[in-house]
């Protein structure tokens, strides 16, 4: 991670995040564990009028744009300072190829309700990166306070394209071609390349007019004049009435909106696939909510949550819960169940354990793993093991490990081999895994936890385990 | 490249400069992307007319609404 003195204080080390580079209207730091933002002097007047006429307060009270304290300039990290804010702090950074398809779509509305306000007061987003939105909870909120530029008259949006590449084009791929081509916003950081997106969808979207023009057309616009940003002229350019813009606003809104996805098969299942008999499953929520109340976690990682069930019992404590899933579905039916409930401290994530989100970006400084957004307080992986360590051959060590490195506790579920899921796995392959055994897995994670608590489920073959990282566990 | 397809780039984007389609300056950090742009000013006026459209048709279908919800 980079990082910069302090402009005022010689001695004051501060970092700065790394994804913030690009905009040279202001960046993100962090000071003493708090997260602010400088605004450029080259910012002073967009910044005011963003104030000034209304919108930062039309935007945090609608619950839009996150809100900010201003601080004296005394505390900039960089000369050339106007202000420096404090905005309100988002539990868990998440980036868009982590969503559920609802997520990002609600991402995507968001981003174009907030840029008709700003229209409406004179005012416009100078990009569309879907990296601005955050999730408090079920509730997406935009973090980039300094997005907003005063309108020129007859200018056309300048975020059009980015907002094509980074929510229109993944939304129309999920909904007409495969959800798992969500994970090209991970290789493509600037969002999916109009091009390719126009080549992998089928040529029935030819038929829907947005998606004709704002994909199709717009892939074809931007490769025919792929070199003329190199070829400005001092020709005039031609304008771009209030009435087209908010035509294209519409539009956009319109295929958003369009656009849905359903995963195939049955929805109950993601709600009522256990194998637990209804005592036992009573039981293990009833020894989830002991352990965390003996924990007591301030954040909660649930890994392998499916729909959530066990990470509702940790936000109905009040406890921020993150519940990573590496099914789409899930998360997606996570997701809508925490839109009905409205919950505001549980945040469905979609996240393969056994490849988590790399560092990407400039100097892989952009986007952080999901480790360097840690450590949480307390990690759960309930009948999570079994799928690691047989159906992908990780070692009990190298998780226990990896978990250390996630959180500080760790509730776990062991889940043996005479488990009809185990039995399940191992019906069509060798049994290499002599260590699966309960003695092996207290072993194996007794190098990195000191267990404090363990119960066996009693009406099923498993075991769940409270586990505090021990001290010289991580570096 | 086939020499044909060149002379056929270059013929669109000296058309789009006569029409005056192109982006001369660029005051934000971002680029907009000249095809971007130029699809955005080209499709102006019939998103404008769509839009303008629906509203009218909007506005039309709630003063019905609004008498008929008086009358019941």
Not at chain 1, 349 to 376: C, F, K, Y
């Amino acid at each position: 991670m980079p990082s910069l003195l302090s402009a005022s204080s010689p001695t004051r080390t501060d970092k700065r995040v790394g994804g913030s580079f690009r905009d040279p209207c202001g960046f993100v730091f962090v000071r003493d564990g708090r997260v602010l933002r400088q605004v450029n002097k080259r910012y002073q007047s967009d910044y005011d009028q963003l104030i000034k006429s209304g919108l930062y307060d039309a935007l945090v009270a609608e619950g839009l744009l996150v809100p900010h304290k201003e601080l004296g300039v005394e505390e900039a990290a960089a000369p050339d300072a106007y202000r420096v804010l404090e905005p309100e702090r988002i539990e868990l950074i998440s980036y868009p190829y982590e969503w559920c398809f609802s997520q990002l779509r609600e991402a995507a509305l968001t981003t174009l309700r907030i840029q008709k306000l700003a229209f409406e007061r004179g005012m416009t987003l100078k990009d569309a990166s879907a990296y601005n939105i955050q999730f408090r909870g079920s509730r997406p909120v935009f973090i980039d306070t300094l997005s907003f530029e005063k309108y020129k008259d007859g200018s056309p949006w300048v975020g059009y394209r980015q907002f094509c590449q980074h929510f229109l084009a993944p939304l129309a791929l999920i909904s007409y071609v495969d959800v798992r081509l969500l994970s090209l916003l991970r290789t493509n950081i600037d969002g999916i390349p109009l091009d390719l997106t126009a080549q992998l969808l089928p040529a029935r979207t030819k038929l829907k007019p947005a998606l004709l023009m704002h994909l199709h057309l717009h892939a074809r616009a931007q490769t025919r004049n792929a070199d003329e940003g190199m070829n400005q002229n001092a020709t005039p350019r031609r304008k771009m009435n209030a009435l087209g813009l908010r035509g294209l606003f519409d539009s956009l809104t319109t295929a958003i909106r369009g656009l849905t996805w359903s995963p195939q098969g049955d929805w109950a299942n993601y709600y009522s696939e256990t194998n637990y008999s209804d005592d036992a499953f009573e039981l293990k929520r009833e020894l989830v909510s002991e352990f965390l109340d003996d924990a007591r976690p301030n954040s909660v990682w649930d890994l392998g949550a499916n729909t959530g069930v066990f990470s509702r019992i940790a936000a109905e404590k009040g406890i921020a819960t993150t519940a990573i899933d590496f099914d789409p579905a899930a998360v997606e039916a996570n997701y809508r169940q925490c839109q009905i409930e409205d919950r505001h401290n549980l945040l469905p994530l979609v996240g393969d354990l056994t490849n988590p989100s790399p560092a990407i970006g400039w100097a892989a400084e952009e986007r952080d793993t999901l480790e360097d957004r840690g450590p949480t307080d307390l990690v759960m992986a309930l009948a999570l093991i079994h799928h690691l360590a047989i159906a992908n051959n990780v070692p009990l060590t190298r998780t226990a490990e990896y978990f250390a490195r996630l959180g500080r506790h760790l509730i776990i579920e062991f889940v043996p081999k005479q488990d009809s899921q185990v039995q399940r796995m191992l019906r069509t392959r060798e049994d290499v895994f002599d260590d699966y055994t309960q003695e092996g897995f207290e072993a194996a994670f007794e190098t990195a936890f000191v267990i404090e608590r363990q119960r066996a489920v009693s009406g099923s073959e498993r075991t769940l385990y409270l586990m505090r990282r021990r001290v010289d566990a991580v570096d | 490249m086939p020499s044909s397809t060149v002379d056929r780039e270059h013929l669109f984007a000296h058309v789009m400069s006569k029409l005056r389609l192109l982006p001369t300056d660029c005051d934000g950090y971002l680029d907009p992307g000249s095809g971007s742009y130029i699809l955005q000013v080209a499709m102006a006026g019939l998103l404008g007319a769509a839009f303008a459209l629906k509203s009218s048709w909007l506005s039309i279908k709630m003063q019905f609404r609004a008498k008929f919800a008086k009358r019941k």
